[in-house]
């Protein structure tokens, strides 16, 4: 939960730090790249979040079936 809404805190929270010009980032003004890093940051965060929730692992197998398989 609190490493899914770090998105939203670094977008919102940190745009009023990023309104600015200079300095350009791959040619963007700061807040522009500061929105796309946020953009990009966010899909790794929630693929973590993907692989740290239980409810996304696969069935549980028991024990005799994984030995032979």
């Known amino acids: 939960m609190g490493l899914a809404s ?3 805190l670094g ?3 940190g745009a ?6 200079e300095p350009y980032v791959l040619g ?3 807040l522009m ?4 890093l946020w953009v990009v940051a966010t899909s790794g965060l929630l693929a ?3 692989a740290l929730d239980p409810a996304n692992r696969g069935p549980q197998l ?3 079936e994984v030995a032979t398989s």
């Open 11 to 13: 977008i919102l929270g």
């Open 28 to 30: 963007l003004p700061f």
């Open 62 to 64: 028991p024990d005799d």
């Open 33 to 36: 790249a500061w929105i796309v």
């Open 6 to 8: 770090l998105p939203f």
């Open 16 to 21: 009023g730090f990023a309104n600015r010009t």
């Open 48 to 50: 973590i979040v993907y």
